[in-house]
T-cell receptor, first 109, second 115 residues
Framework: GIQVEQSPPDLILQEGANSTLRCNFS?????LQWFHQNPWGQLINLFY???GTKQNGRLSATTVATERYSLLYISSSQTTDSGVYFCAVLLTGDYKLSFGAGTTVTVRA | GAVVSQHPSRVICKSGTSVKIECRSLDFQATTMFWYRQFPKQSLMLMATSNEGSKATYEQGVEKDKFLINHASLTLSTLTVTSAHPEDSSFYIC???????????FGSGTRLTVV
């Protein structure tokens, strides 16, 4: 099956700092999503981004499908950004999302 | 936006009893829903794909007789954990596809504790 690797596994930030999370995948995909899982377990859909660049407030994401990676940028981080960020992909021709192991982000005040 | 509602959010049950978890798509129809399980500090593991009007498809290693899935309508899928044991304690999350340009959306999850 497809391999989805996220880095770094853990990230500790000071409030106000910027950061970049990476997602590498091993095969062609037709869907890539970034999720934020908050401390209560809710998975929040951040971006649906199979290719290109999108921005939503302090967050932005870029997927380079031909090179099989995606980046999630967090700018001016806030304590509410803490949680686990998951990258999930849908293999071309498949209908089941494959998740990476996640990046745990801790933002300190 | 598309919303998936999941209930209950938290349940504690005695060993040997059964627990039903509901997953509803509130403002769209979902012919396919997905059930995941998540252990502490781990990623989501797909358990099964729920198909409206037909039998669910289970992932390898998932006991279909223990985790009963029913998808009787286009807006409701249920997962029943039968004869629950402490090792079934986990976080269960459902998901549905919402269309090509939005991807998949997830319910808020159910934390099951079997005592």
């Amino acid at each position: 099956g497809i391999q989805v690797e996220q880095s770094p596994p853990d990230l500790i930030l000071q409030e106000g700092a910027n950061s970049t999370l990476r997602c590498n995948f091993s095969d062609s995909v037709n869907n890539l999503q970034w999720f934020h899982q908050n401390p209560w377990g809710q998975l929040i859909n951040l971006f649906y981004i199979p290719s290109g660049t999108k921005q939503n407030g302090r967050l932005s994401a870029t997927t380079v499908a031909t090179e099989r990676y995606s980046l999630l940028y967090i700018s001016s981080s806030q304590t509410t950004d803490s949680g686990v960020y998951f990258c999930a992909v849908l293999l071309t021709g498949d209908y089941k999302l494959s998740f990476g192991a996640g990046t745990t982000v801790t933002v300190r005040a | 936006g598309a919303v998936v509602s999941q209930h209950p959010s938290r349940v504690i049950c005695k060993s040997g009893t059964s627990v039903k978890i509901e997953c509803r798509s509130l403002d769209f129809q979902a012919t396919t829903m997905f059930w995941y399980r998540q252990f502490p500090k781990q990623s989501l593991m797909l358990m099964a794909t729920s198909n409206e009007g037909s039998k669910a498809t289970y992932e390898q290693g998932v006991e279909k007789d223990k985790f009963l899935i029913n998808h009787a309508s286009l807006t409701l899928s249920t997962l029943t954990v039968t004869s629950a044991h402490p090792e079934d304690s986990s976080f269960y999350i459902c998901s549905a596809g919402t269309g090509q340009n939005y991807g998949y959306t997830f319910g808020s999850g159910t934390r099951l504790t079997v005592v």
